[in-house]
């Protein structure tokens, strides 16, 4: 019986363990959306696991259909963060016209990175590199957009964290386009972030902005783009060395054996 009630306490104890310790800390994962400078309230994002969707009205626009990917905690192939299915923009000025400026900032920490690889953040775009524009009404009104796009790795793992160029392999792409249609969106070559130690947490951000300079009457115009940021972790050579040499090690020791039965 003094058995029986030992293991019914123990169970109720470690029940009571389990419900009130404290949970694992979430990575930050989470969206900014700033117009002309001015970061914007009213941006509703429901993150869900490691996707997530924002839309909302700024002062200036109207963000018509924003999602976010990641694969965070990442893997040896490469941790990945990416403004995806085609974010659209869609300007609200067009009656009175003018120049402004929509950027979104996405942001996730927590990846880790292993150890003795460094990394290399390289920045993508769906659609084969291309942003799509769509003018308001009046085609004779000035309509024009540009778009650019900035990937950052951040090893002081803060939240939206944006190191000077040069410092962790910052990424740009830009592109501009004044009708309807496709647009390339050019990116630069690949940089090498070594100042990550091997264990380190960091974050990535990924940054989109959108300037739209429309004539008055030109009506609503829209753009669109899907875009990631990629921190991949080169294979060791070590390991390319393993796999290509196994079959090899194992025809000598074959060899060995028959030796030795002669």
């Given at each position: 019986m003094?058995n029986?009630?030992?293991?019914?306490?123990?169970?109720?104890l470690a029940?009571?363990?389990?419900?009130?310790?404290?949970?694992s800390?979430?990575?930050t994962?989470?969206i900014n959306?700033y117009?002309?400078?001015?970061l914007q309230?009213?941006?509703?994002v429901l993150?869900?696991?490691?996707?997530?969707?924002?839309?909302?009205?700024?002062?200036?626009?109207?963000?018509?259909?924003?999602s976010?990917?990641?694969?965070n905690p990442?893997?040896?192939g490469?941790s990945f963060?990416?403004?995806g299915?085609?974010?659209?923009?869609?300007?609200?000025?067009?009656?009175?016209?003018?120049?402004?400026t929509?950027?979104v900032?996405?942001?996730?920490?927590?990846?880790l990175?292993?150890v003795?690889s460094?990394?290399?953040?390289?920045?993508?775009s769906?659609?084969?590199g291309?942003?799509?524009i769509?003018?308001?009404?009046n085609p004779l009104?000035?309509?024009a957009v540009?778009?650019?796009y900035?990937?950052?790795?951040d090893?002081?793992?803060?939240?939206?964290?944006?190191?000077?160029?040069g410092s962790?392999?910052?990424?740009?792409?830009s592109?501009?386009?004044?009708?309807?249609?496709?647009?390339?969106?050019?990116?630069?070559?690949s940089?090498s972030?070594?100042v990550?130690?091997g264990?380190t947490p960091?974050?990535?951000?990924d940054?989109?902005?959108?300037?739209?300079?429309?004539?008055?009457?030109?009506?609503?115009s829209?753009?669109?783009?899907?875009?990631?940021?990629?921190?991949?972790?080169?294979?060791?050579?070590?390991?390319?060395?393993?796999?290509v040499g196994?079959?090899f090690?194992?025809?000598?020791?074959?060899?060995r054996?028959r030796r030795k039965v002669s």
């Open positions: 003094t029986r009630r030992m293991l019914c306490l123990s169970a109720v029940g009571a363990a389990l419900f009130w310790a404290p949970s800390a979430q990575a994962y989470t959306v117009d002309d400078g001015v309230g009213g941006i509703f993150p869900a696991g490691n996707s997530l969707i924002f839309t909302g009205t700024t002062t200036h626009f109207s963000i018509t259909n924003g976010g990917s990641s694969n990442g893997s040896q490469g963060l990416s403004l299915t085609s974010e659209t923009i869609e300007s609200t000025f067009g009656a009175t016209g003018g120049t402004h929509i950027r900032e996405l942001t996730q920490t927590g990846w990175a292993p003795g460094p990394l290399t953040l390289t920045a993508s769906a659609g084969g291309q942003f799509s769509i003018q308001g009404m009104a000035n309509q540009t778009v650019t900035e990937g950052f790795l090893n002081t793992n803060t939240a939206f964290g944006q190191p000077v160029a962790t392999g910052v990424i740009t792409a592109a501009s386009g004044s009708s309807a249609g496709a647009n390339p969106l050019v990116f630069s070559p940089s972030a070594n990550v130690p264990g960091f974050s990535m951000t940054v989109l902005e959108f300037t739209f300079t429309l004539g008055a009457g030109s009506g609503t829209s753009a669109g783009i899907s875009v990631s940021t990629v921190a991949a972790v080169p294979a060791p050579a070590a390991a390319v060395l393993a796999v196994a079959p090690l194992g025809v000598g020791a074959w060899l054996r």
